[in-house]
């Protein structure tokens, strides 16, 4: 019974994570320019953030927030939002018709895998409401900090369980 948990559990995440990926990406397109005045313009919450899908382009923007090119950040997020929806549909590929994609899905995985760890460590630690931030004012900044942080990690657990598949 244990197993079928198991690998009922690893579809549905698997499953959830590439849509995620998929949705996440294509925001990623439409909020590639939108800089400093809509999403991205600050590194937010990953709480907030993340309702609104732009996670990616906030720590993105957060890592050229010195750079004048505004060119080389939305070419940055564009990329990264390519990479999102090639490793979504990978892992659908992979879910739906086994066959030949693993190295292929693996590669693109690990390479979201990374951007999350980037998104954590900006976010979660370097961010408005992170550790260096604001996380630990009050009880309801910790709660969204560990929120934030949670959902993180979830995510990238999602990753490691869909590249195992």
Request: glycine share 10%; aromatic share 8%; proline share 1%.
């Amino acid at each position: 019974m244990a197993n079928s948990t198991k690998s009922l559990g690893s579809i549905i995440v698997t499953f959830a994570l590439a849509v995620m990926l998929i949705v996440m990406g294509a925001q990623a397109f439409t909020s590639a320019g939108n800089g400093r005045n809509g999403f991205g313009g600050r590194l937010s919450s990953g709480v907030n953030a993340i309702v609104n899908g732009d996670e990616v382009t906030s720590a993105v923007h957060h890592l050229f927030r010195n750079n004048k090119n505004h060119n080389l950040v939305v070419t940055v997020v564009i990329i990264v939002g390519i990479c999102e929806i090639a490793a979504g549909v990978l892992v659908l590929l992979n879910f739906f018709l086994p066959i030949g994609f693993a190295k292929l899905k693996n590669l693109f995985m690990w390479i979201v895998f990374a951007i999350w760890c980037v998104v954590l460590v900006l976010v979660d630690v370097l961010g408005n409401n992170g550790i260096v931030g604001d996380a630990f004012k009050n009880g309801t900044h910790v709660l969204l900090w560990l929120k934030s942080l949670s959902s993180h990690l979830l995510i990238l657990g999602a990753i490691l369980i869909a590249k195992s598949n």
